[in-house]
């Protein structure tokens, strides 16, 4: 089965796979501490909804300890980059314009 190209777009545009793509990063990081770590890297023989919803619990934890570590660290990388090379901040206001500036 073919698919067109549009289709794609429009599950690569999808808000819930944009903000995956934005916290990737962050939750690569962290999903090793939090599965391994935190619950004990438990393996199931059997699958049963206690074993799933245990697997979605942790995937809840792990995406929202991603989510936490993007929020902390890596939303501000581009200010801190900006600020080391000593370059005026691009920022977008409430109607959508970018302006140039420094932090005020």
């Known amino acids: 089965m073919v698919f067109p190209k549009k289709y794609y777009m429009d599950v690569i545009l999808w808000k819930p796979i944009l903000g995956l793509s934005t916290i990737s990063y962050s ?61 005026p901040l691009k920022r977008v206001d409430s109607s959508g314009v970018m302006t140039v500036g420094s932090q005020p």
Do not use: M, P
């Open 27 to 87: 939750l690569y990081l962290i999903h090793y501490v939090v599965l391994e770590r935190l619950f004990g890297g438990a393996k199931y023989d059997s699958v049963s909804v206690s074993t799933v919803s245990v697997a979605l619990g942790k995937l809840g934890v792990c995406l929202l300890s991603g989510w936490g570590l993007y929020l902390l660290f890596e939303r501000h990388t581009y200010r801190i980059k900006a600020l080391l090379q000593n370059k």
